[in-house]
């Protein structure tokens, strides 16, 4: 079994529509948990972390299930600059696991 | 936050030839890490580079395909060796910030094997 799971998609969705994407991990003793960007042909850069009391960064929120070992991200009106590669990450706290990415296009 | 600079950006190479990607950051950090990321595939850990020791590889990589070096706290290389075009990937060299425990990536080494 994977480490990290996540949908690849690819999700189109028009400019302004709430997307979610979910990622579950495997191991029960993971510890820090991550939601990267990537854009084409660019490195990943941290799009948030992922707290057990789920957080909010403008449109963006992440939520953590610990006991159903899952994490959630939820794009509220979506823009053309979202269009990207949406990667889980999971920490187990000696090694970092990355999710196949999740691909989201979103539509004029 | 870290700055990392990877160089080069990309290449083009004959099989059977080697490349060697080099890694800067602007801290000093202990560890630093290799990552391959195979056309539409995630991220998976080649090696972490130690400074004063020998590179700990994960399953399926060996040094004598990847050598490492890491003769400081700042940098890092990472040869790819007698290369075949199943190593066309993109290598990316990152650390993990002392704080917030995430992890922060160089631009990437987009290489091509013909």
């Known amino acids: 079994r994977k480490e990290v799971e996540q949908d690849p998609g690819p999700f189109n969705v028009p400019e302004g529509a709430t997307v979610a994407f979910n990622c579950t991990y495997s191991?029960?003793?993971?510890?820090?948990f991550f939601w990267y960007r990537q854009d084409c042909r660019k490195e990943p850069k941290l799009l948030m972390s992922v707290y057990s009391s789920g957080n909010e960064d403008g449109r963006f929120t992440a939520q953590l299930n610990r006991a159903s070992q899952y994490i959630s991200l939820l794009i509220r009106d979506s823009k053309l600059s979202d269009s990207a590669t949406y990667l889980c990450?999971?920490?187990?706290?000696?090694?970092?696991?990355f999710g196949t990415g999740t691909s989201l296009t979103v539509i004029p | 936050s870290a700055v990392i600079s990877q160089k080069p950006s990309r290449d083009i190479c004959q099989r059977g030839t080697s490349l060697t990607i080099q890694c800067q950051v602007d801290s000093q950090v202990t560890m630093m890490f290799w990552y391959r990321q195979q056309p539409g595939q995630s991220l998976t850990l080649i090696a972490t580079?130690?400074?004063?020791?020998?590179?700990?590889?994960e399953s399926g990589f060996v040094i004598d395909k990847f050598p490492i070096s890491r003769p400081n706290l700042t940098f890092s290389t990472l040869t790819v060796s007698n290369m075949s075009p199943e190593d066309s990937s993109i290598y990316l060299c990152?650390?993990?910030?002392?704080?917030?425990?995430?992890?922060?990536f160089g631009e990437g080494s987009r290489l091509t094997v013909l």
């Open positions: 990152s650390v993990e910030g002392d704080n917030t425990g995430e992890l922060f």
């Open positions: 580079a130690n400074q004063g020791s020998e590179a700990t590889y």
């Open positions: 990450v999971v920490n187990n706290g000696n090694q970092f696991y």
């Open positions: 191991n029960s003793a993971s510890q820090s």
